[in-house]
């Protein structure tokens, strides 16, 4: 079936520290999401990508929606404690249907 | 501006009693879509509606699942002769139908115990 490998599975770093974590996948997608999640809560939309090549940012926050459309990445620059959570890449198939695939999420910790 | 709303937020059942699930999407999005996350997993895709028409079912909505949006506003999920292995948060989403692409709102989410 369809995955995405998200990496890392999880991050320990310190505070001020920019942070890279990517998802790969071996089918084309047609939209990239990625959100974040606290404990007990449901996923909060960070970055939203539509094309091939697209770099966004939303402050600290930068994500691309990789050129062969198999890929995205999603930067955090300068962290702070609460970016502490896990963030997970969300993608949409292309001619597939509204519904996203997950991936396995990648925990961050923050150190003071 | 309200976000995506699910009540309840937990529940606690035992096996074998029927359960059920209610979103409210936001206001106007036409499509609403129901996802199941276990720990440490990312959110899997159960089921979405467009409107009121139920456009797409995964292979994980067994015979004892059913979901419905009656009049294309709130949806409800329902869980006949619960199991242990039910035991999830069961996350609601909606989006709305733009040119530029899909972007879907997630809701707090319902946490499921199954005893």
């Known amino acids: 079936g369809q995955q995405l490998n998200q990496s890392p599975q999880s991050m320990f770093i310190q505070e001020g520290e920019d942070v890279s974590m990517n998802c790969t996948s071996s089918s084309i997608f047609n939209t990239w999401l990625w959100y974040k999640q606290d404990p007990g809560e449901g996923p909060v939309l960070l970055i939203a990508?539509?094309?091939?090549?697209e770099l966004t940012s939303n402050g600290r926050l930068t994500a691309q929606f990789g050129i062969t459309r198999k890929d995205s990445f999603l930067n955090i620059s300068a962290s702070i404690p609460s970016d502490v959570g896990i963030y997970f890449c969300a993608g949409r198939l292309y001619n597939q249907g509204g519904k996203l695939i997950f991936g396995q999420g990648t925990e961050l910790s923050v150190k003071p | 501006d309200t976000g995506v709303s699910q009540d309840p937020r937990h529940k606690i059942t035992k096996r074998g009693q029927n359960v059920t699930f209610r979103c409210d999407p936001i206001?106007?999005?036409?499509?609403l879509y129901w996802y199941r996350q276990t720990l440490g997993q990312g959110p899997e895709f159960l089921t979405y509606f467009q409107n009121e028409a139920q456009l797409e079912k995964s292979r994980l909505l067994s015979d004892r699942f059913s979901a419905e949006r009656p009049k294309g506003s709130f949806s409800t999920l329902e869980i006949q002769r619960t199991e242990q292995g039910d035991s999830a948060m069961y996350l609601c989403?909606?989006?709305?139908?733009?040119?530029?692409?899909?972007?879907?709102?997630f809701g707090p989410g319902t946490r499921l115990l199954v005893l």
């Open positions: 990508l539509y094309k091939a090549g």
């Open positions: 206001s106007e999005h036409n499509r």
């Open positions: 989403a909606s989006s709305p139908k733009t040119p530029s692409g899909e972007t879907q709102y």
